[in-house]
C-alpha cells in the first residue's frame, strides 16, 4: 500500500470522503453562521473528481482571481488542506464579518485579508476535526496562509501535491448561505503514507 | 494576425509566426520558452514538477522539466528551427503560500526553475531571459513573430522579458 494513489480509488473511498465533506462542510457552516451571527443552510456537497492538471477548469475560468487559503496538517495524520472561495463570496463574506462593504474592484485591505485567513481558518478547522472525530486519529493544523490570485496558479498547488503521486485530484464543492449562497471548495491532500491509516481507522479495507 | 494557442498545465506546443503560445496562470510551474529568431519557430512547455525519476508514474512527459524541455526541443526542431540559434526563456516557479518549512509546496517553484537551468546547460542553449520566484501567478505569451515572452500577473503591470 507503499504506493497508494487516487488513481485507484474505489467507490466506497469516495462515499467516505463524501461524508467527512458532508459533516467537515456542516461543522464548518454552523461555525461560520455562529460567527456571523445569522442563521445560513447548506447545500449537500458534491465530490469532483478530476484529472490534477485540469484542476484550475473544475471551478471557473483559469485567469479568474480566487481567494485560497492553505494549511498544513501534522500529527497522526499528516499532509495539507485548502480551502477556496470565488472573489465575489470572499467580500461578501468579509463585509459580513467586518460590518462595512468590501470596496468593489478594489484589492483586499490588510485588515480584510486577515479576516479572510481567519474565516478559512475556522472553516478548515471544522472540516479536519470532522475527520479527526470520524477517524479518531490526532490531526494539527498550521496556521493559515493566504494567497489571492489567478485561479490556476493557486490551483498548481495542490495539483503539484496530487501530481506527485498519480494524475487525479479530489476536490469538493459546497454552497452555504442566506439569501446570498456562497460556493466553497475543500481540497484535502494527505501524505502518501496517511491514505492506509485513515481508510485503516474508517474500517475500510487496506 | 496569428492566432492564440492554449498551453493546458502538464502540456507543450509548438508555432509558428504569426502565431502566440500562451498558458494561463503559471504558480509553481514553470513555462520555458525556445525561440528560434531566424526561422520563427517557438515551442512552450508548462511542467509542473522538475524530476521525472523521482517518480514512478512519469507517463506524462510534459508534466516534468527533464522530460518535458527535451521534447520540446526535439518537437520545435522537427518544426524547423535549427539548435544552434535556440534561446530560452522561463517564467513561474513562484511559491504562492508562504509556508515556512521545507516541504514541497514551498520548494516545488525554486525546485522547477533550478531544473530549467540545469537542462539547458546540459542542452547547451542559451537562457536569455527569466522572470521566476516571489510569490504571484503568472499568465505567459510568446509572440513566435519577435519571440517578445509577455508576463501578466494580477494588480501588476505588464512585462515583457
Not at chain 1, 474565516?119 to 479518531?136: C, F, K, V
Not at chain 2, 512547455?45 to 527535451?70: C, W
Not at chain 2, 517553484?109 to 503568472?138: F, H, P, S, W
Amino acid at each position: 500500500m507503499a504506493d497508494f494513489s487516487l488513481d485507484q480509488v474505489n467507490e466506497m473511498y469516495m462515499d467516505v470522503l463524501k461524508e467527512i465533506g458532508n459533516i467537515g462542510a456542516g461543522n464548518a457552516t454552523t461555525a461560520i453562521a455562529g460567527m456571523l451571527g445569522m442563521r445560513l443552510d447548506m447545500k449537500v456537497p458534491s465530490v469532483l473528481f478530476k484529472d490534477a492538471a485540469k484542476l484550475s477548469d473544475a471551478i471557473c475560468p483559469e485567469e479568474e482571481t480566487i481567494v485560497g487559503v492553505f494549511l498544513e496538517v501534522t500529527d497522526a495524520i499528516t499532509g495539507s488542506m485548502m480551502f477556496i472561495l470565488k472573489l465575489d463570496s470572499a467580500a461578501y463574506l468579509v463585509s459580513k464579518l467586518m460590518g462595512m462593504p468590501h470596496e468593489e474592484g478594489e484589492p483586499f485591505t490588510e485588515m480584510e485579508l486577515s479576516a479572510m485567513q481567519e474565516i478559512g481558518n475556522i472553516i478548515a478547522g471544522s472540516y479536519l476535526s470532522a475527520l479527526s472525530n470520524m477517524t479518531n486519529l490526532r490531526i494539527q493544523p498550521s496556521v493559515p496562509y493566504i494567497s489571492v490570485d489567478m485561479a490556476a496558479a493557486i490551483l498548481s498547488v495542490p495539483a503539484v501535491i496530487f501530481g506527485q503521486y498519480g494524475e487525479n485530484a479530489l476536490l469538493i464543492e459546497t454552497e452555504f448561505g442566506d439569501d446570498v449562497m456562497i460556493q466553497g471548495y475543500f481540497i484535502l491532500m494527505p501524505d502518501q503514507e496517511s491514505y492506509p491509516k485513515i481508510l485503516q481507522a474508517l474500517g475500510m479495507p487496506v | 494576425m496569428g492566432s492564440l494557442i492554449k498551453v493546458g498545465m502538464a502540456d507543450l506546443k509548438v508555432a509558428k509566426a504569426p502565431d502566440v503560445l500562451t498558458t494561463l496562470g503559471l504558480g509553481s510551474c514553470i513555462g520555458l520558452t525556445f525561440y528560434d529568431p531566424v526561422a520563427k519557430v517557438g515551442g512552450l512547455v508548462h511542467y509542473m514538477l522538475p524530476d521525472s525519476t523521482q517518480l514512478r508514474n512519469n507517463s506524462n512527459i510534459a508534466k516534468f522539466g527533464d522530460t518535458g524541455i527535451e521534447e520540446l526541443l526535439k518537437q520545435v526542431t522537427a518544426a524547423g528551427a535549427s539548435k544552434s540559434r535556440l534561446v530560452a526563456k522561463i517564467a513561474g516557479g513562484a511559491s504562492m503560500f508562504q509556508v515556512s518549512n521545507n516541504s514541497t509546496v514551498g520548494q516545488v517553484g525554486a525546485r522547477n526553475a533550478q531544473m530549467a537551468k540545469t537542462m539547458l546547460t546540459k542542452l547547451g542553449i542559451r537562457l536569455v531571459a527569466e522572470d521566476t520566484g516571489l510569490n504571484y501567478g503568472r499568465t505567459v505569451e510568446l509572440d513566435c513573430s519577435t519571440g517578445d515572452y509577455l508576463i501578466k500577473s494580477v494588480g501588476k503591470p505588464v512585462k515583457t522579458i
